[in-house]
C-alpha cells in the first residue's frame, strides 16, 4: 500500500506507523512548514514531497490518503480524496456539519473507497478488553455511563495549534476532543438519542468557545450518562471512564494516581474490587499502529472500518447536538446515519 500523508502533526505519528508496517511504504507528504517536510521526507526516505494539497491528491503513486489538518479542512480533503480514487483515513472529528457529514458519506458509497476516522480510542487494549467483557454480558444491563475528556489544551490553543481558537474550525470542546468520549460511548453502549448541554467560559476566558462543556445523554437502549469536556483542567490529561451495571460496575478512578478497577457483588453486603486487567495507557502512548494496521486489512480485504464513515459521522451528530442544545437551552436528538 502507497500511503500519502497530510499535515505533519499527529500526520507524522502516521507516517512512522506505516513506514514500519510491513505491507506499506510513504510515499508522499504534504506540510506547509517546510522544515516538518524535510525533517519527514528524510527520516522516512520518502520520495515525494508537496505543500499544496492538490498536488498530493493527483499523485497517482498514493492509494491511501491520511488527512490530519485542521477540522474545518477535513470534509473537502476527504471527499476530493475518495473522487481521486484513493482510500482515506481522517484525523477526529471527521468533519464539523452534517452537510459534510452527508458529503462524505455520499463519496464513500458512490466511490467504493474506504474511510476510517481516527477514533484512536477504540484501539486501546484498554477499551478493547472492556468491549469484549460489555458483550459477553460481564456488567449485566448497564444504565449509566460517563467519559471524560480531560486536558489542559492551553498551550496548544496559545502557541502550537492555533488554529483551534479560530471561529471557522468550529473547536467547541465536545467536538473537539469531546469526539473521543462521546465515541467510546456510543461503542461501549449504543447510540444516544437525547442531549443536553451546558457550559462554561471561565478557565480560558481568551479562547474563542466554551472552554468547558458538560452533555447529559439518553441512550436508545435507557441508559443515561453524561460526558465532560474540560480544556483548562488544572490537572495532567485524563480519559475518565464510569459504567455501571446491573451486574457490576467499573471506573477509572480519579485521585492522586490513576488506577482501574471493577466493583462486583460479594457476600451479604459486601463488594468485590479488583484491578482492571488491562493498563489504559499501552506501550509507547497512543496505538497508532493497531489503527494502521486496521486500515491496512480492511483495504486489504474489502471489509468496513471499525471506525467508518457512518460511525465518524454519528459521533459528530451527537456533538453537534450538544452544541445546539447549549445555545437553545434545550434538549436535542442528535440525527442519526447508516448505510443505505
Known sequence: MRVGVVGLGVGRRFAEAFAAHPHARVTALCAKEPEALASASAEHDVPATYADFDAIVDDPNVDLLVIATPHALHAE??????????HVIVEKPMCISLRQCEEMIRAVEETGKLLAVDQVLRFYPYCQSLKAHLDEGGLGDVYYAEADYLHNTAHLIRERTIWRGSAEHAHYPVLGGGS????MLRWLVGEIDRVHCEAAHVALPDFAFPDCMVASLRFANGAVGKCTTSYGLVRTTMHNLVLFGTNGSVERARGAEDYDKQFRAG????FDESP????????????????VDHVYECVANNTIPLTNVWEGANTVAVALAAIESWHSGKPVTPDRFSPE
Open 77 to 86: 480533503m476527504a471527499v476530493r480524496a475518495l473522487r481521486a480514487g484513493k
Open 180 to 183: 473521543h468520549s462521546l465515541d
Open 267 to 270: 457476600d451479604g453486603h459486601a
Open 276 to 291: 482492571w486487567p488491562v493498563p489504559f495507557q499501552p506501550p509507547g502512548g497512543k496505538p497508532i499502529a493497531a489503527v
